[in-house]
């Protein structure tokens, strides 16, 4: 069973960065593709930005494309999330998920293409 541990989150003025990280234990992390999704308030989960188990592929939603970066490292069983031009948009609980990828380059865009998810970090920009 893949634990996931969300950390990083925190408070930021419009502008600033913050980067969240995911800690995975209990399987092999370098078989996952993994992803970042985001829940605001009154609003559905949606996707932000997703890796393949290699860290070679990413693909990222318009609305954090050029501002958001995702990437891993294996070596640490962890995933990343680097916001950079944060914006009161953006406040959201931030998750991570993960799932056995079957291709080295494969990536998972959608919410039920996940097996597990972390519990969320909470990100608030203030404008």
């Known amino acids: 069973q893949v634990q996931l541990v969300e950390s990083g989150g925190g408070l930021v003025q419009a502008g600033g960065s913050l980067r969240v990280s995911c800690a995975a234990s209990?399987?092999?992390?370098?078989?996952?593709?993994m992803g970042w999704f985001r829940q605001a308030p009154g609003k559905e989960r949606e996707f932000v930005a997703a890796?393949?188990?290699?860290?070679?592929?990413?693909y990222y939603a318009d609305s954090v494309k050029g501002r958001f970066t995702i990437s891993r490292d294996n070596a640490k069983n962890t995933v990343y999330l680097q916001m950079n031009s944060l914006k009161p948009e953006d406040t959201a609980v931030y998750y991570c998920a993960s799932r056995r990828a079957f291709s080295s380059g494969y990536m998972y865009l959608k919410y039920d293409e996940y097996d597990y998810w972390g519990q969320g970090t909470q990100v608030t920009v203030s404008s």
């Open positions: 890796i393949s188990r290699s860290g070679g592929t990413t």
């Open positions: 209990g399987g092999t992390f370098s078989t996952y593709a």
